[in-house]
């Protein structure tokens, strides 16, 4: 496997502000990574990022960690190649996701009255190996019937009741757009009635795809489109109650979750390379492309939601996401709770990508 030629080797050099970075996270991230793939290795990316040239990385972090920034800044410099990921068009882009916290209630009531729902037993995952002919190639999961499998109920047959009465229900929420925001994020910590805190992340999908309710309000003409953010979002439909059913419903991705244990409060859920997502420093990236645990480089000079400077961090690829496509395309964890929500929903900004590149691989780029 050669590297593709969309990646352009450069020196740590070139990356502005790699010194002035705290790696010490970075590595605390990348180790989760470290320990987790003796279990189940992560497949490489079509970039050619080959995931078993990360073997000497992980050794080394799961032998020792860095006990201070300059040692794991030496780490990453010792192992890693930078390359700038060159985008197929336009620049790079990073958007924001984050864990929701919301108040929930284990029955539902007049007040709690929004389920957050299990996955059905009837939902089956869907490849080319048993997609009937005529069913929609974009589809992952199907419903299996006696005649065979077909499409899944969309959001909007669902949240009218196509699946009630199944005892699907995790939780119920006091409101629907709350309920929404959660499917966007795939994850919500649930502060329950009774005084418990737990939490739900994904664990399948109806399949359909997924249509954000900011491009329809543009297209609309409700919300210009560069005044779009979860926040302009949440204020049109507080202002528009009665039309959040004919909005969200054009989203006919419907998520199903599974319970999960808080474990670590400083830490987000377990996401798609199986590990938890770290605030600041987990990133989510196109898998086809890219290979879990790879760290990246990201200057986004126009991005100051984190801390008021100029966003230029390692972060490590640990996620992945519908909207996520391309090889200059990331999604920042900015944490859980409104905090985090508050820059999430903002972050919508030019980067430049560099990959860090195994050395072993780095005589491959083209």
Known sequence: MSLSPLLVERSFGDLPGWGDDDHLPAFQAFARSAFHVPVKPYRSGALGVDFGAFAEAYA????????????????????FVPMLVRPETGAGLVTGFYEPQVEASPVRSEHFAVPLLSRPADLVDVDD???????????????RTADGLAEYPDRGAIERGALAGQGLEIAWLADKVDAFFIHVQGAARLAMTAGRLCRVTYAAKSGQRFTGPGKILSELGEIPLAEVTMQSIRAWF???????DEILWQNRSYIFFREAAVDDAALGP?????????????????????????PFYINAPTL????????????IAQDTGSAITGPARGDLFAGSGDAAGEIAGVVRNAADFYVLVPRALAGGAK
Do not use: C, W
């Not at 020792?64 to 800044?73: D, G, K, L, Q, V």
């Not at 190996?129 to 419903?143: I, Q, V």
């Not at 938890?276 to 492309?289: H, Q």
């Open 60 to 79: 080394q972090a799961r032998r020792a960690a860095p006990a201070n920034r300059s040692e794991a800044r030496a780490f990453f410099e010792r192992h």
């Open 129 to 143: 190996a048993n997609r009937p002919a005529g069913m929609d190639p974009y589809l992952a999961f199907a419903r």
């Open 238 to 244: 507080k202002a528009h109650p009665e039309r959040v």
């Open 270 to 294: 377990i996401a798609a390379a199986k590990v938890p997502l770290t605030p600041g420093r987990s990133m989510a990236v196109d898998r086809l492309l890219h290979t879990f645990g790879t």
């Open 304 to 315: 100051t939601a984190f801390d008021k400077r100029p966003f230029r961090r390692l972060m």
